[in-house]
């Protein structure tokens, strides 16, 4: 869709990287899997989002740029600043992570294309928000311990009683929806009905399965199980971010994907 963005950046023992320009969430993964290791993600500072914004406005009379949820990143109030050097840049916080987000630029590519007025791009991306279901299943809780995301204590006990954390978006914070109790395949089971329950009725033109660290045969497993809960035209596998999956691990997924509304957005 040409549309530009600003990398995150990834920091290690080793150095600071780009997000998916240096460094990719399957290097990263491995590299994680050394406990050792330390990992952080940083949103562009606010002089790196003026200078972004400048380049931009050269080709454009106005600008809207999505940012990742408060909840979770400080990039929505960096970019607030950023956006008061100028006159035409629209900041929305997209409540949202990861392919979330994306569902959100697209619909405003799409609309912005129609030649739609920003404040009705603005209005819609805000209704289309509440619509996005968002969240994922972790299968190892030990990466969110070491980012302190949880307790060591809470760890231990989730691991002792093999039990699976599902997390979700709501009210823009990223929090734990369930746990799941039992063996892997168990979980992601329970966890493909938990996301798309039988009383929701998504666009079925498509669904994203975001992941981190997940083998081919994997993936293919979690595609199978999900067409038996719910039958999606494309299942559109993401590879996340090496931010995003900094705070999760290997072995992660998530479901996303947009509901019903007064709407067609016309994604699929």
């Known amino acids: 869709l040409q549309i530009d963005m600003i990398p995150y950046t990834v920091t290690t023992n080793e150095g600071v990287f780009y997000d998916n320009i240096d460094i990719d969430s399957e290097e990263l993964v491995r590299y994680m899997s ?8 940083e949103p562009p500072s606010v002089e790196e ?4 914004f400048s380049d931009q406005l050269r080709s454009a009379h106005h600008l809207i740029y999505i ?20 006159e035409n840049v629209t900041v929305i916080n997209s409540e949202c992570l990861s392919s979330a987000t994306g569902i959100l630029v697209a619909i405003a590519a799409r ?11 603005v209005s819609e991306l805000e209704e289309a928000k509440k ?7 972790v299968r190892n809780t030990d990466v969110m311990a070491r980012r302190e995301r949880i307790s060591p204590f809470m760890n231990s006990l989730l691991n002792s ?6 997390l979700r978006m709501k009210n823009d914070n990223l929090g734990v929806g369930k746990f799941l109790f039992g063996s892997e395949e168990k979980c992601y089971e329970k966890y493909l009905k938990y996301a798309v329950p039988s009383n929701v009725y998504p666009d079925t033109s498509f669904v994203f399965i975001t992941y981190a660290g997940m083998s081919e045969e994997e993936l293919m497993w979690v595609e199978e199980h999900l067409r038996a809960v719910r039958k999606f035209e494309n299942v559109i596998f993401q590879k ?18 947009i509901v019903k509304g007064n709407h067609n957005y016309n994604l699929g």
């Open 240 to 257: 996340a971010s090496a931010g995003i999956s900094s705070n999760c691990g290997g072995g992660t997924f998530g479901l996303i994907y």
């Open 67 to 86: 940012t990742l949820t408060t909840g979770s990143s400080r990039e929505y109030g960096r970019a607030i600043k950023a956006a008061e050097t100028f």
């Open 111 to 121: 609309l912005a294309k129609k030649g739609t007025p920003v404040d009705k791009i």
């Open 49 to 52: 989002l003026t200078e972004f």
């Open 161 to 166: 009683l093999w039990l699976r954390p599902v």
């Open 34 to 41: 050394d406990k050792d290791k330390m990992v952080t993600s």
């Open 131 to 137: 619509l996005i279901r968002c969240s994922f299943v």
